[in-house]
């Protein structure tokens, strides 16, 4: 098998967003062998490659598992600035529609950890559990969305 580019690409992006590790660990074994050859890494180096993402994922969100319906009615909270369908309400918030459920945990954990700042979001994310983020991110990011990109 011969990584191309993009597949370096995707492999560098499952590996630094270390969002979603059932998705790095499918990814990379097939790989391995590929790797080795591609980088000339000995057995050693190899296994820093492929530990990496573990060790990205000690540090990264919270990952309880969400629950869609439980989400909606959290969501109720959500919905003056972006909808109950995650459509923004509001000038300067965001989509929350169709988002990856990963970014959305990751974002919601940084508010609340004060690592991303926003007046709004900081007030609005300080009572929340990690399930209840699992639950709000499983919600938004179940909505199906369409794009009409300009002709
Ligand atoms: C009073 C308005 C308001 C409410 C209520 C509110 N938000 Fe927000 N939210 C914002 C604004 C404004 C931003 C953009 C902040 C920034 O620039 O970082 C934002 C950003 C976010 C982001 C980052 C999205 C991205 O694309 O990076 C997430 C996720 C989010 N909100 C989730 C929620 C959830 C879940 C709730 C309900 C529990 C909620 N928000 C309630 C105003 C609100």
């Known amino acids: 098998m011969k990584l191309t580019r993009k597949d370096w690409v995707r492999l560098l992006l499952l590996w630094l967003g270390g969002i979603d590790l059932r998705l790095t660990m499918l990814a990379v074994p097939p790989l391995i062998p ?5 980088l000339h890494l000995d057995e050693k180096g ?7 993402p573990v060790l990205l ?4 969100a919270p990952s309880a598992a969400g629950d869609v319906a439980a989400g909606r009615r959290k969501a109720l909270a959500c ?4 909808g109950l369908d995650g459509l923004s309400k509001l000038p300067d918030a965001p989509h929350l529609a169709g988002q990856p459920e990963g970014y959305l945990v990751k974002s919601l954990d940084e508010y609340r950890k004060g690592v991303r ?3 709004l979001m900081t ?4 009572d ?3 399930q209840d983020i ?3 991110a499983s919600y938004y990011s179940a909505i199906e969305i369409s794009a009409q990109p300009p002709k």
């Open 79 to 82: 919905q003056a600035c972006h």
């Open 117 to 119: 700042k926003n007046e």
């Open 128 to 130: 929340l559990s990690d």
């Open 134 to 136: 699992a639950d709000l």
């Open 123 to 126: 007030l609005v994310v300080k």
């Open 46 to 52: 190899v296994g820093a490659l492929v530990s990496l």
């Open 34 to 38: 590929q790797i080795h050859h591609d």
């Open 57 to 60: 994922l000690a540090t990264a």
